[in-house]
């Protein structure tokens, strides 16, 4: 089954314990990217790819690393989290950004 | 830079009813995608209907169709003969930086 596959889907942590949330796509696309959505804000862009080794800032980057070594994942990684990254985290991916993305399940990620 | 604008937080629809959820956009390409995607309470993102911006017909699928007005930048989306099933968080996005508006909560009611 063509899938978006992002883990773990519910995660608690505390303050300043670094973290990584993975996501892993089995459709050969080129495109992936990471988004949060946080109510009355919708979802915003926090990093993209558009190849293996190439990644790109979205809106709101700061406090987040990802990296691209391979075509098939895209591990977001928050290596200090703060409560103000408590969000609904969303991995995606695309053949081409022109026929939408297919999302992953979404990660919920409280920082106490 | 591009922007994405939902004006509607949240709505609500009879069953069986019409609604019309309302997007305008601001882009510089001249040649873009727009979508419309829906996310139940289950969260899952699920694509709803797709419009090539250089295509004048306005996409459909089913019950859902937009209205593409592309020198008003505007993009609804209308649900004809709504369901239960309908009710969810409806999301418009703009290629090529996938980017979202904030959202509009559709209620249908019984």
């Known amino acids: 089954e063509a899938q978006v596959t992002q883990n773990p889907r519910y995660l608690i942590t505390v303050t300043g314990k670094k973290l990584t949330v993975t996501c892993s796509q089995n459709?050969?696309?080129?495109?992936m990217s990471w988004y949060r959505q946080d109510p009355g804000l919708g979802l915003r862009q926090i990093y993209y790819s558009m190849n293996v080794e190439v990644t790109d800032k979205g809106d709101v980057p700061e406090g987040y690393k990802v990296s691209r070594k391979e075509k098939r994942n895209f591990p977001l990684i928050l290596e200090s989290p703060s409560p103000n990254q408590t969000s609904l985290y969303f991995c995606?991916?695309?053949?081409?950004?022109?026929?939408?993305?297919?999302f992953g399940s979404g990660t919920r990620l409280t920082v106490v | 830079a591009q922007t994405v604008t939902q004006s509607q937080p949240e709505m609500s629809v009879q069953e069986a009813e019409t609604v019309t959820l309302s997007c305008t956009y601001d882009t510089s390409e001249s040649n873009y995608y727009l979508f419309w995607y829906k996310q139940p309470p289950s969260r899952q993102m699920i694509l709803v209907i797709r419009?090539?911006?250089?295509?004048?017909q306005n996409a459909t699928e089913n019950r859902f169709s937009v209205n593409f007005q592309k020198a008003a930048k505007s993009f609804s989306l209308k649900i004809s003969d709504s369901q239960l099933g309908d009710t969810a968080m409806y999301f418009c996005a703009l290629t090529n930086d996938m980017r979202f508006g904030a959202g509009t909560r559709l209620t249908v009611k019984p």
């Open positions: 459709m050969n696309h080129e495109y």
């Open positions: 995606a991916s695309s053949l081409t950004g022109n026929y939408g993305y297919t």
């Open positions: 419009q090539e911006a250089y295509k004048q």
